[in-house]
């Protein structure tokens, strides 16, 4: 069993920044890929970006490619999201998920533990 906490949301001005962070227990972690998907209102959830066991690969949606990265620290069971110049439709639900594999996929369904989620809000 694998329990992620995201953390980090909130509101912000459009072209601001924030971090999310989650947070993962279980001895999988290192040698787990890790993923972030959003989801807005009245929307799918969507892939934004995901990052293999090591952190040496990583993938992002068009939508969010050169604005957001995704970054991860084994040592500390943690998995980053640094979201730059956001716009308003950004705003969604943040989750994070954990692959019990080595390698990220940007498949939803090839994610096997969910975190709770975290409000990102992007005002005009």
């Known amino acids: 069993q694998v329990q992620l906490v995201e953390s980090g949301g909130g509101l912000v001005q459009a072209g601001g920044s924030l971090r999310l962070s989650c947070a993962a227990s279980g001895r999988t972690f290192s040698s787990s890929a890790m993923g972030w998907f959003r989801q807005a209102p009245g929307k799918e959830r969507e892939f934004v970006a995901a990052i293999s066991w090591s952190g040496g690969s990583t993938y992002y949606a068009d939508i969010v490619k050169g604005r957001f990265t995704i970054s991860r620290d084994n040592a500390k069971n943690t998995v980053y999201l640094q979201m730059n110049s956001l716009k308003p439709e950004d705003t969604a639900v943040y989750y994070c998920?954990?692959?019990?594999?080595?390698?990220?996929?940007?498949?939803?369904?090839?994610?096997?533990?969910w975190g709770q989620g975290t409000q990102v809000t992007v005002s005009s």
């Open positions: 998920a954990v692959r019990l594999k080595p390698v990220a996929t940007m498949v939803g369904d090839e994610y096997d533990y």
